[in-house]
C-alpha cells in the first residue's frame, strides 16, 4: 500500500514560531526601503521609531494573531487534509485584511485606509509564504 506523502516535512509549531518572529522583520525591511528610497537614511530617526513600535506592539501582536488565528487554522487543513501553500498563503492574506479592517475601526476617524488593508494582506500573503518555507509545505503538487 502507498501511504500518500505527507502535508509537510518540518513541525508546525516551529514553522509558526519563525512566522510570528519573521512578519515585524519584513515590515521593518520595508520600512527602511520607503525610508532610504525617499532619501532618508538607513539609521534615521523615523527608521529607530519604527522599530521601537514593531517590536513594542507588531511582535506580540504577530504572535497572537500567529498563535489564536493562524495556527489554528493550519490544523484544521491538516486535519481535513487540505493543507496546502495555496490554502494557506489565502488565508493568511484573508486574516491580514481581517485585522486590518477590525484595526482601522479603532483608528479616530473610523475610516477604512484601503493602503493598510492591501499592505496587511500583503503581510498576511507574505507570512503564509514563509510559514510554508518553514514547514516544508510543497508549492507545487507531487505528480501522481
Not at 522599530?51 to 500567529?66: E, V
Not at 475601526?105 to 485606509?113: E, L, M, N, T, V
Request: charged letters at 10%; aromatic letters at 10%; one cysteine or more.
Amino acid at each position: 500500500m502507498n501511504d500518500p506523502a505527507p502535508q509537510h516535512t518540518r513541525p508546525l509549531w516551529l514553522a509558526g514560531l519563525i512566522t510570528a518572529i519573521s512578519v515585524p522583520l519584513a515590515c521593518w525591511a520595508a520600512i527602511i526601503v520607503i525610508e532610504v528610497a525617499n532619501g532618508g537614511s538607513f539609521f534615521g530617526e523615523e527608521v529607530m521609531r519604527s522599530l521601537g513600535a514593531l517590536m513594542f506592539f507588531g511582535l506580540p501582536m504577530s504572535f497572537i494573531i500567529m498563535f489564536v488565528v493562524g495556527y489554528p487554522l493550519v490544523l484544521a487543513l491538516r486535519h481535513f487534509g487540505r493543507l496546502s501553500a495555496l490554502n494557506i498563503c489565502a488565508g493568511g492574506a484573508a486574516i491580514g485584511v481581517l485585522f486590518a479592517l477590525i484595526g482601522s475601526r479603532f483608528i479616530p476617524a473610523g475610516q477604512i485606509d484601503p493602503e493598510l488593508v492591501l499592505f496587511a494582506g500583503g503581510a498576511g500573503l507574505i507570512a503564509g509564504i514563509v510559514f510554508c518555507l518553514v514547514a516544508g509545505i510543497p508549492f507545487r503538487r507531487a505528480p501522481t
